[in-house]
Each structure stands twice: as C-alpha cells, then as structure tokens.
C-alpha cells in the first residue's frame, strides 16, 4: 500500500477518473498532484467530505482561515468530537491589517467559544505561510504533551501549509502539496516531530464559498495574496457597491455611514441604487467581472445598533460598516454570506 506523496491518497492504477490514480504504481505522486506541482493545474471535483475521524486520545489543533472566521459559530465543534481537547488556530493572519491588535481579538473570541466547547485550551493566531508565531504555537504543543496531533478544519484552511512549514522547521524536505484548490488533500499525512505525530487530514467541504461558483483559474486570482488594504466608501442613503461582478451590496435606507472593504484583487465600483442593476446586467462580465453563472437572490439586513457589524463575503474578505442602516445584498444563492455583530479589534 502506497499513497500519494502529494496528496495522502491510496495509489491506485484501476480507475483514471478516481482520486489517487498512478499509471505505474512506483510513481510518488498521482495523476492530479503530478499536474498541480509541474502545471499548477488541479483537476477533478471539489470532494464534498466531512470532519475526519480522530482517536480519542489525540489533541485536535482546529484551524479556520481569518477570512472564514464566521464559520466559528456555524459549527461546534463538541458536536463532532464530544470528549476532545483541541487548540483553535486562526490561520492565514499575515492578510489581515497591521492594525489588529491580536491580544484584544483573541480573548473575546476565546470567551465566546468556550462557553459552547469545553475542552478549548488556547485560540492562537498563526500564518502557516510565512511562519509568523509558529515558534508559540509548536512551544504549545510541547506544553500539552499529547502524543497524537491532528490538524483538522475546512478545505483551504491551511492545514498542509503548516505541515509543511513544520517540517520545514525540522529541516525536512516538503510533505504535502498545497493549493487554493479545495479539498487537495485525499488522505492523512503524519510527520514526526519531537517525541509526537503531527496528522494532516483531509479538509471539510463547507457550502458557498467562491469555488462553487468560479473555477480554479477564476477564483484564484480574487484570493488575496499579500495583506490586504482596506478600501473606505462613504455612502449616503440609496446609493450601493458592486463588488466585481459578483456582488451589489446598497445602502437602502438610513447612514451617512463608511463602507470598509477587505478584499484582494476586486474591483469595487459605486452607483446610485435606482440604477444599480441597470448597470450591472449591462456591464457584466466587461468591466464588472468575474461573474458567476448561478441564480442569484436579494436579501435584507436591518442594523438596529450603532455598532460595527462585519459582512464575510464567500471566503474572500469583509466588510465592515457601523450605523443604524438598511442593506440590500444581491449575491448568488447560498454563498457564504453572512453577517456578524461587532468587528475583530482594529477591522
Ligand atoms: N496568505 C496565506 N495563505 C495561506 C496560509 N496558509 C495557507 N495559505 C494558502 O491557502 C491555500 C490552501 O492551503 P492548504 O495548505 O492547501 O490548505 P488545506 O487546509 O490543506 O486544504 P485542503 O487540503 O483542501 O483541506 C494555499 O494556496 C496556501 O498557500 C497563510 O498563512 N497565509
Ligand atoms: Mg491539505
């Protein structure tokens, strides 16, 4: 039995069109992963899997992207894994704005979950990418002395990023393939590291974010790829954004208010509500763009506070905004969109 060197899937030589597939079975890398590392070409369909099983005994370090944060209170995680302790890493930090002051974000943030999952022992920011706080975060592991890690969170979370930069911590050579494909990862991947296994698993398919929508060429370029730098609109009432031609987002009643974005490579373009559709159909796909195929669907956000209130958009970023305001949001249906009361410190 051999697995991918990429990937962590069984090899196979049966079926072309199932993962894991070798033409000879002393290849090191499937077919797919073999496109991903020499053409940056994944291939084959988003895997709709599940949170992976885990022994008991292990300690679960959950890692969620800053950008998916919201996927925080979607999911608990006691419901999965009822009697295990685990470390929440918020990944992917080096996006976010200098201005966040991680103390004072975190600790909020850590109250809030632990009163739904118990067995919480730290929330720590990390950027698996460029290995900012990964000397805490591996002096923490060492702290709980548990023999079996295992990384586990949503598709695209970072998880095979940190194993790698694990490893390379360790002066290995690179042990997993990464990618902004989702759900790359087939099957577990273990180093060692110290006395313990560190585990990666296959990523959880969770509905509505960009790549159900566009393809791999598409959305990759919408990912924001260094730290992102806010974009502020002040609105006045009945006037709206089209964010590339993906979403409108209208001030329908009530502001002046500012409209912060914190998104990558999208083009934001303002206009009066009363023509904002007129607009849109007219210029989609030229200069609003990418634009997605799918049936979209209006919806309607009442704030009734004065305070700031966060907007995810798919998996692609922010927006944050304050006052007592009405919103029209017309966006594909089911997308990731949704919208949290209060903003990380310094959003
Ligand atoms: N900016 C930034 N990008 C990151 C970071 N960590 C991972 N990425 C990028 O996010 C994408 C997904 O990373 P992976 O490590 O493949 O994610 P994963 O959780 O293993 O994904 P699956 O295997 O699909 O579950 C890749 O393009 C990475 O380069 C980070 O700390 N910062
Ligand atoms: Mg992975």
New binding site residues.
């Given amino acids: 039995m051999k697995v991918c060197k990429g990937c962590g899937a069984l090899l196979q030589t049966k079926n072309r069109e199932e993962v894991g597939y070798v033409e000879k079975l002393d290849y090191d890398y499937c077919l797919n992963c073999f496109n991903l590392k020499h053409y940056n070409k994944p291939s084959g369909q988003i895997i709709k899997t599940h949170f992976p099983k885990v022994p008991e005994k292990a300690l679960i370090v959950y890692?969620v992207s800053a950008l998916q944060l919201n996927l925080l209170s979607k999911y608990n995680l006691k419901r999965f894994y009822p009697t295990q302790e685990f470390i929440l890493l918020v990944?992917?930090?080096?996006?976010l704005p200098k201005t966040i002051n991680f103390d004072k974000w975190i600790k909020p943030l850590k109250k809030a979950l632990a009163l739904k999952n118990k067995p919480l022992l730290e929330v720590m920011p990390?950027?698996?990418?460029?290995g900012q706080y990964l000397e805490i975060f591996l002096e923490t592991l060492d702290y709980y002395q548990k023999k079996e890690i295992y990384l586990v969170?949503?598709?695209?979370?970072?998880?095979?990023?940190?194993l790698n930069r694990i490893a390379q911590h360790l002066e290995k050579d690179e042990v997993a393939l990464?990618?902004?494909f989702?759900?790359?990862?087939k099957g577990n991947i273990t180093i060692n590291y110290n006395d313990k296994t560190i585990v990666?698993t296959?990523?959880i398919y969770e509905k509505g974010f960009i790549s159900d929508y566009l393809f791999y060429e598409e959305f990759k370029r919408l990912i924001?790829?260094k730290t992102i730098k806010p974009k502020t609109y002040n609105l006045t009432e009945q006037q709206a954004i089209i964010v590339g031609g993906l979403v409108v987002v209208s001030l329908i009643k009530g502001g002046p208010t500012s409209f912060t974005f914190y998104l990558g490579n999208i083009k934001l373009h303002r206009t009066k509500y009363s023509q904002v559709y007129e607009k849109f159909n007219l210029h989609k796909g030229t200069l609003f763009k990418p634009i997605v195929n799918h049936d979209y669907i209006k919806t309607y956000f009442k704030l009734t506070t004065d305070e700031k209130h966060l907007i995810n958009l798919f998996d692609l970023g922010y927006l944050v905004l304050k006052g007592v305001v009405t919103l029209e949001i017309y966006a594909p249906k089911d997308a990731n969109i949704t919208i949290t009361k209060g903003a990380y410190h310094g959003l």
Avoid: W
């Fill in positions: 890692l990944n992917k930090v080096d996006l990390i950027s698996a990418l460029t969170g949503f598709q695209n979370s970072g998880k095979s990023t940190l990464a990618s902004h989702p759900g790359l990862t990666d296959p990523g924001p790829s």
